[in-house]
């Protein structure tokens, strides 16, 4: 599992070149995946070892810190960023995290060495605890909430 490292005020550069996202929740084993149209994100249940290149994403820092790492969700299936489009839906669309503020996902710490992807722009937490959504329209991540915590999964 990929560590980061946060003591403020210096920066946290995040460089995960490639990796797999799973929700921390063991119990449902599972990950970040693209749809066949490399569009849409959701979860589905995770392949063991070298997961398909579908479940296979970039963590990099896209902005400086906020007291957290800015960091943008890069698909290496297609080459787009994980975009909050509103408190409930994301999208994968060009990356530019410098124009588009809701590629940008503050990487907060989670309970249990997990992480946790908080969006300002849309104030809500990547979320795998809904059916088809990616978020819960919570104005905040929720330490509590076992499914807003992720594994960053190095697998360089």
Known sequence: MASVTMAAPAYAWVVV?????????????????????????????????????????????????????????????????????????????????????????ALTGYPGGTEQFYNFGVHSCLDSGQATLLFHDSNGCNPANPYQGWYIVNLS
């Not at 060009?94 to 996902?105: A, L, M, Y």
């Open 17 to 105: 070149t490639k990796a797999s996202i799973r929700v921390e929740k063991a119990p449902t084993n599972r990950c970040l995946r693209l749809d066949w149209k490399a569009s849409l994100p959701h979860v589905e249940t995770c392949d063991p070892g070298n997961p398909p290149l579908p479940m296979q994403w970039a963590v990099e820092s896209a902005l400086p810190d906020t007291g957290y790492p800015n960091v943008k969700i890069k698909s290496l299936y297609s080459g787009d960023c994980l975009t909050a489009v509103s408190a409930t839906t994301a999208h994968m669309l060009g990356c530019d995290p410098s124009r588009n503020s809701r590629q940008v996902w």
